[in-house]
């Protein structure tokens, strides 16, 4: 079964918008990272945030960590066309070997 | 600065080959995985292997077998493929997190 599930699964905007997608988890985690796909390609590492930590930034991205609800929030700001992906949200519970992945949010960004 | 290196990028087999898809990492990452993944929905982890010399079972390992040949190299083998296992096979390798994916092998099995 799917630890993360990410909302909404499809996302359409212009350029220089913001995008923000929501990735909710079942159990308890140590960590939860982003990851971002290129069509075609492997998953690239976006940025981590431990389970201690409420809000984290890297460039444009900004991730918030609510453990309460267990759900996460991905912003992109002032999006690109080269931001055009599939973007991920994946999880390890203790242990820490096995990462579950969600089904991922695919964003548009029209030029 | 290879990274993870997946063989072959594709590949068409027949109901019942067998086959076997090499990874291999210049990271010098201690654990490496094997995922699938298929249309609308995330990574499965098939196996895993935390160290050299270890493998243990994701959450999809049913018709696969996998080996850890040294650091390096963790190769995930199909004995006898079935049209079930059509997907996009990815390795990762990562030491703590986060991991780091090759770029796929996409296998079709008519």
């Known amino acids: 079964s799917q630890q993360g599930e990410e909302d909404p699964q499809a996302l359409s905007i212009q350029e220089g918008e913001n995008a923000t997608m929501n990735c909710s988890y079942k159990?308890?985690?140590?960590?939860l990272q982003w990851y971002r796909q290129n069509s075609g390609r492997g998953l690239v590492h976006l940025i981590l945030?431990?389970?201690?930590?409420r809000e984290k930034h890297s460039g444009r991205l900004r991730v918030t960590l609510d453990t309460s609800k267990k759900s996460s929030s991905l912003l992109i700001t002032a999006s690109r066309a080269a931001d055009t992906a599939s973007y991920f949200c994946?999880?390890?519970?203790?242990?820490?070997?096995?990462?579950?992945f969600g089904a991922g949010t695919r964003l548009f960004v029209k030029a | 600065n290879a990274g993870v290196t997946q063989t072959p990028k594709f590949q068409v087999l027949k109901t019942g080959q067998s086959m076997t898809l090499q990874c291999a990492q210049d990271?010098?990452?201690?654990?490496m995985y094997w995922y699938r993944q298929d249309p609308g929905m995330g990574l499965r982890l098939i196996y895993y292997?935390?160290?050299?010399?270890?493998?243990d079972k994701g959450e999809v390992p049913n018709g696969y077998n996998v080996s850890r040949l040294n650091k390096r190299e963790f190769s995930l083998r199909l004995e006898s493929a079935a049209p079930s296992q059509t997907s996009v096979y990815f390795c990762?390798?990562?030491?703590?997190?986060?991991?780091?994916f090759g770029d796929g092998t996409r296998l079709s099995i008519l």
């Open positions: 994946a999880t390890d519970a203790s242990g820490g070997f096995k990462t579950i």
């Open positions: 159990t308890s985690i140590n960590n």
């Open positions: 945030i431990r389970s201690n930590e």
């Open positions: 990271m010098n990452h201690n654990s």
């Open positions: 292997s935390a160290s050299e010399g270890t493998t």
């Open positions: 990762a390798g990562g030491t703590g997190k986060p991991q780091h």
